[in-house]
């Protein structure tokens, strides 16, 4: 016959394995990580389009010192309709004032991140503001 007490006492193989012991550390920290590069792909998107209204800025506002727009109503319109694929909810204010142009845009950063998942980005606002010179053209 054989012995009760030597099955018993005997560990299983899978105890005594040891080779699986990584992975349980690699899925608790696999959301950390998640998190981080979705933050850091959120902040980068956000300066991606800060860069990218800063030229439509320039360009309009350049384009108004040289005389090629008539207003700043004008001014605004055109500016508005460049952004609003890159920001819906942007805000542009432009006015002249002792010969300069001062041109400001207001966006919602949550108009700007992709994931949206980080709550800091939701009340935070991207601000650009130029200012130039009407130039003499006579």
């Known amino acids: 016959m054989f012995s009760i007490s030597k099955k018993v006492s005997k560990k299983p193989d899978f105890l005594k ?3 699986g012991s ?3 550390e690699s899925v ?3 959301p950390v990580f998640f998190f981080f590069f979705t933050v850091l792909a959120d902040a980068s998107m ?5 860069s990218l209204a800063m030229r ?8 108004m010192a040289t005389g090629l727009t008539p207003s ?6 055109r500016l508005q309709a460049r952004l609003s694929s890159l920001s819906p909810n942007a805000q542009v204010a432009a006015s002249v004032s002792n010969g300069i142009v001062t041109t400001t845009v207001v ?4 108009d700007l991140d992709v994931a949206g998942i980080v709550g800091a ?11 130039y010179l009407l130039e003499d053209l006579s």
């Open 17 to 19: 394995n040891e080779s």
């Open 22 to 24: 990584l992975t349980i």
């Open 28 to 30: 608790l920290w696999l």
């Open 46 to 50: 956000i300066f991606s389009g800060q």
């Open 56 to 63: 439509a800025l320039q360009d309009e506002s350049r384009r």
């Open 72 to 77: 700043t109503n004008e001014l605004e319109r």
């Open 107 to 110: 966006m919602p950063a949550s």
């Open 121 to 131: 980005f939701e009340n935070a606002a991207v601000s650009i503001q130029t200012d």
